[in-house]
C-alpha cells in the first residue's frame, strides 16, 4: 500500500456485555489493545464509542462480523450490523465488517500462552479479539 491508502483504524468486538475496542497505527503494522467498554444497552455504547473516535481520531471502523462455521450468519452478525448502521448515523466515519470466526478462541489461546487467567482474563478478552479481528483486516489489506 502507498500513501492515503495507510491509514489508522479503529476495531469492535461487539459482545452483549462487554465489547472490546483495539486500534492499530498509522502504518497499519500492529494491531493493540484499547480497551474493554462495559456497556448493555446499545444507544449508550455508541455513545462511548464515538468518544473514543472523537479523542483517537481513527479514520475507518472495523467491526467483527461472527459468521457460523458454514459461512452463514446468524441473528448475532445482525445486531453487529445494527451497531455499524448506529455508529455510521452519529458520526461521519467509514465502518467495515471482518469475519471473527474463531477470534475469542485465538484470543484466549494467547491469554493462556500469557499466563492470564480467571477474572483478569474475562476482563481483556474482548480487546483482545478486537486486536485479532483488526490484524486479520490489515493483514488483508497488505495483500
Given at each position: 500500500?502507498?500513501?492515503?491508502?495507510?491509514?489508522?483504524?479503529?476495531?469492535?468486538?461487539?459482545?452483549?456485555?462487554?465489547?472490546?475496542?483495539?486500534?492499530?497505527?498509522?502504518?497499519?503494522?500492529?494491531a493493540s489493545s484499547y480497551c474493554v467498554i462495559e456497556e448493555r444497552y446499545a444507544p449508550k455504547l455508541v455513545d462511548k464509542i464515538i468518544d473514543i473516535v472523537r479523542c483517537e481520531k481513527p479514520e475507518m471502523?472495523?467491526?467483527?462480523?461472527?459468521?457460523?462455521?458454514?459461512?452463514?450468519?446468524?441473528?448475532?452478525?445482525?445486531?453487529?450490523?445494527?451497531?455499524?448502521?448506529?455508529?455510521?448515523?452519529?458520526?461521519?466515519?467509514?465502518?467495515?465488517?471482518?469475519?471473527?470466526?474463531?477470534?475469542?478462541?485465538?484470543?484466549?489461546?494467547?491469554?493462556?500462552?500469557?499466563?492470564?487467567?480467571?477474572?483478569?482474563?474475562?476482563?481483556?478478552?474482548?480487546?483482545?479479539?478486537?486486536?485479532?479481528?483488526?490484524?486479520?483486516?490489515?493483514?488483508?489489506?497488505?495483500?
Amino acid at each position: 500500500m502507498i500513501g492515503n491508502n495507510i491509514m489508522k483504524i479503529m476495531s469492535i468486538d461487539y459482545g452483549d456485555v462487554r465489547t472490546g475496542i483495539a486500534f492499530c497505527d498509522k502504518l497499519e503494522m500492529l494491531a493493540s489493545s484499547y480497551c474493554v467498554i462495559e456497556e448493555r444497552y446499545a444507544p449508550k455504547l455508541v455513545d462511548k464509542i464515538i468518544d473514543i473516535v472523537r479523542c483517537e481520531k481513527p479514520e475507518m471502523i472495523v467491526i467483527g462480523l461472527p459468521r457460523n462455521m458454514d459461512g452463514s450468519y446468524g441473528f448475532r452478525a445482525d445486531k453487529c450490523r445494527e451497531l455499524g448502521n448506529l455508529i455510521s448515523h452519529n458520526i461521519d466515519i467509514a465502518v467495515d465488517y471482518e469475519d471473527e470466526r474463531l477470534t475469542t478462541v485465538i484470543a484466549h489461546d494467547i491469554l493462556s500462552s500469557n499466563n492470564v487467567r480467571g477474572k483478569k482474563r474475562k476482563n481483556v478478552v474482548d480487546a483482545v479479539s478486537a486486536v485479532v479481528i483488526l490484524q486479520d483486516y490489515i493483514d488483508k489489506r497488505k495483500k
